[in-house]
């Protein structure tokens, strides 16, 4: 997984709101979601792997499993792939 392999340009809405703050092996920092949305990640054939909510400030911080493969983060509105190597 790496930093690299996400186009950072997809990473925020019209007004700048939805932003992937970081990225690590296991780890993934999104900011500027509504207060307690829901963020959803999926596996690279759509199945549910989990559901998280952000916090009071937008703020949610996803565990990616430790399976290598491709995976989708969405919060309803946007949807960004990351690969876990």
């Known amino acids: 997984f790496s930093d690299n392999e996400v186009n950072k340009s997809k990473l925020l809405d019209e007004s700048n709101n939805l932003k992937v703050v970081s990225l690590?092996?296991?780890?993934?920092?999104?900011?500027?979601?509504?207060?307690?949305?829901?963020?959803?990640?999926?596996?690279?054939?759509g199945s549910l792997v989990?559901?998280?909510?952000a916090n009071d400030d937008g703020v949610v911080e996803i565990i990616l499993p430790a399976q290598k493969g491709i995976y989708m983060i969405s919060d309803g509105h946007h949807t960004v792939k990351v690969r876990r190597r």
Do not use: K, R, W
């Not at 307690?36 to 990640?41: E, G, I, K, Q």
């Not at 989990?50 to 909510?53: A, P």
């Open 24 to 45: 690590s092996e296991e780890l993934v920092h999104i900011e500027g979601l509504g207060c307690n949305a829901d963020v959803t990640l999926y596996n690279i054939n």
């Open 50 to 53: 989990s559901t998280t909510n």
